[in-house]
């Protein structure tokens, strides 16, 4: 990667801790590198996972090393009847159907799981385009 590439990819990966919300001081005042992760469990379909967010991926079963990894394709900000949400679209070829994972800009519960203590909701899109949400609270890390 050129140096410009890399300038960019920082400041990508800035953008998107921003954005999803972790805390500050695991990116700012870094130079050029930081590593943080985002660690939650998730019960889809009567299965347990121990997911993890990074910058770029979602590993959707962190305990699993052959575990599927989803990419990260896509990230914005949305302006929605319950406010303005930034989600973060993943793919992984091994999952017939991808994961979306959903932030409230005022950082407060989504309608419909006030009872769940949360920081985001994840949901997932099965291969028939079938949704599940699943309010998940998010514990950001250094690596």
């Known amino acids: 990667m050129t140096e410009d590439e890399l300038r960019e990819s920082f400041d990508r990966d800035v953008e998107i801790s921003v954005n999803l919300g972790v805390p500050a001081h695991l990116y700012q005042g870094k130079k050029d590198h930081f590593d943080w992760s985002g660690r939650f469990t998730v019960q889809i379909n009567d ?71 949360h920081t985001h909701v994840l949901v997932y899109t099965n291969g028939s385009g079938e949704k599940q949400y699943f309010p998940v609270a998010i514990d950001f890390t250094e690596e």
Do not use: C
């Not at 009847?81 to 159907?97: C, M, S």
């Open 47 to 117: 299965r347990d996972f121990a997911m993890a967010v990074t910058p770029s991926t979602l590993f959707v079963n962190e305990v699993d090393p052959t575990g599927p990894v989803a990419t990260m394709i896509g990230s914005e900000w949305l302006d929605t009847p319950i406010g303005k949400l930034f989600h973060v679209d993943y793919l992984a070829r091994q999952v017939n159907g991808g994961f979306q994972i959903f932030r409230r800009h005022d950082s407060s519960p989504f309608p419909g799981f006030e009872a769940t203590e």
